[in-house]
């Protein structure tokens, strides 16, 4: 590999208990987070970005006067350190660099903003090409990361096929109409536009997904999707990453276990192979500092299952003054949501059985006739974090349905085409990325937990 001459502080940390590394050469590179000295002796400290950690390169200005020089350079620089590996075990931390030589690779202006003090999320979502340098979004990303990674190997060990579904559709999934348009015509003339006709970017992958599941059994997607809703609040963002399993020969309650089993897999995840990133977000995100205690006790608990109808009893005996009332038939919002989890429940709780005329037109009537075979996550601290459902393979119950909604046949014949050739029941859901970074770093808003988030008039680069 191309590094091979430098070192990352990550495997430094591998060398930290070995005395048979003490002493050696290393060589490392990263950008300087803090960088004092007292005229004789200096501390630096390095980031490179391959752990949390920062290593601390400690320069001699008595023994080599030509480290004044270092003792010059400023946060934010990018520096290459060549020196010895020494263990530090009495120290704040475990090792240092001794320096034998500093090389200033790029100077960084006085007006960089990125200084020691503490900035707040909001001004650091001003500069979003900066943050990832702050020990916060250092953390954040890595575990956005080692998330993504988790949902992956999850599905894949799991016998899950990986499809990627067109960004570009002709369909509005949920029916939702909230969709962005994609033209190169500025008269909205779709007929004579690209596609010879309405194009929009998905708000879902899983109407595309569901063709593959009823040949491969089980598959997945996960990629980015869009929503044109003028929604600004904490959760909502107009761009995000949905991961959308489907499965054949399945109902809602297979559906449900997968949505357990995968949730408890990533937190597991995360918190094993974030422990420095989880113990700072458990740290300096959460008053009670139990974010790693709860997170664990879900991962080891089961989760509770109620009925919508249920959950609206709950609500109209609570005696609580909701923004938005409620009665049965009403769409639940984030306070009833978080009202059912964080002080019903404590914690995460499957609400199921929603009324049909909430829900959009793919998901299975159960026999009542008014409610369908729907299931939405919610968890403490976010809300709705997944929503899922059966599908209703049932070609006459379904096309009655789409009838019903006033949803037009033609565009979703391809769709209808499946309850006709080898119809199987089948299930799927859609989990929200950046809610479940929400849910795992009490982060609290949604635009710290994209690298570049876009929100109703936010657009930054
Ligand atoms: O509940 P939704 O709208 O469900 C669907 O799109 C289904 N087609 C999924 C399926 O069954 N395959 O969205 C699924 C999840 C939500 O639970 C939420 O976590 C997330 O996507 N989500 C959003 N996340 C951020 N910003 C938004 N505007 C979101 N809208 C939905
Ligand atoms: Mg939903």
């Known amino acids: 590999m191309l590094r091979n001459q430098y070192k990352l502080v990550k495997e430094l940390y591998t060398l930290k208990n070995d005395p048979t ?4 050469d290393v060589r490392i590179r990263g950008w300087v987070k803090t960088n004092r000295n007292n005229g004789h002796i200096g501390f630096m400290s390095v980031s490179d970005g391959s752990c949390f950690e920062n290593i601390q390169v400690v320069y001699n200005i008595d023994e080599h006067p030509e480290f004044a020089d270092a003792a010059k350079i400023a ?11 020494i263990l530090t075990p009495d120290a704040k931390q475990p090792f240092e660099v001794a320096a034998e030589e500093v090389i200033l690779l790029g100077t960084c202006d006085s007006d960089f903003p990125m200084q020691k003090k503490r900035h707040s ?16 979004f250092n953390a954040l990303f890595r575990v956005r990361s080692v998330l993504c990674g988790a949902i992956h190997e999850f599905f894949q060990t799991n016998g899950f096929l990986y499809i990627t579904p067109p ?3 002709g369909n509005d999934a949920e029916g939702a109409g909230e969709v962005f348009t994609v033209t190169t015509r500025e008269d909205g003339d779709y007929e004579k536009d690209f596609f010879g006709k309405h194009a929009c970017l998905t708000v879902s992958g899983q109407l595309h997904v569901e063709p593959f599941a009823l040949a491969y059994d089980k598959v997945y997607t996960f990629g980015p999707t869009f929503r044109a809703e003028n929604s600004n609040t904490t959760t909502h963002a107009s761009e995000f990453w949905m991961v959308e399993p489907e499965i054949a020969f399945a109902d809602l309650e297979d559906d449900m276990e997968l949505m357990e089993a995968m949730v408890k897999y990533c937190i597991n995840a995360v918190l094993e192979r974030c422990p420095s990133e989880m113990a700072f977000f458990n740290q300096m995100f959460d008053k009670e500092h139990t974010l790693i205690d709860r997170l664990t006790a879900v991962a080891n608990s089961e989760f509770k299952v109620m009925t919508y109808t249920e ?13 938005y009332p409620v009665e049965w038939g009403v769409d639940l919002k984030t306070e009833h949501e978080r009202y059912i989890c964080e002080e019903v429940v404590k914690g995460p709780v499957f609400l199921t059985d929603y009324p049909k005329d909430i829900k959009a037109f793919y998901m299975r009537i159960n026999d009542d006739g008014k409610t369908v075979a729907a299931c939405d996550c919610l968890v403490p601290g976010v809300g709705e974090l997944i929503g899922g459902s059966q599908r209703e393979e049932r070609y006459d119950v379904l096309v009655a349905r789409m009838e019903e909604m006033g949803i037009e046949l033609d565009s979703l014949k391809w769709y209808c085409d499946l309850r006709r050739f080898g119809s199987v029941k089948h299930a799927g859901f859609g989990l929200g990325l950046e809610r479940f970074i929400l849910y795992l770093t009490n982060i609290g808003n949604i635009r710290d937990t994209i690298p570049y988030a876009r929100t109703p008039r936010n657009l930054m680069f």
């Open 21 to 24: 590394a003490a002493n050696s």
């Open 75 to 85: 946060t934010g620089c990018s520096v290459d350190v060549s020196g010895k590996f």
């Open 121 to 136: 999320l909001e001004f650091l979502r001003e500069v979003p090409h900066l943050r990832p340098r702050t020990n916060t």
């Open 167 to 169: 960004l570009i559709t």
């Open 311 to 323: 959950a609206v009893d709950l609500l109209l005996k609570s005696g609580r003054e909701f923004q």
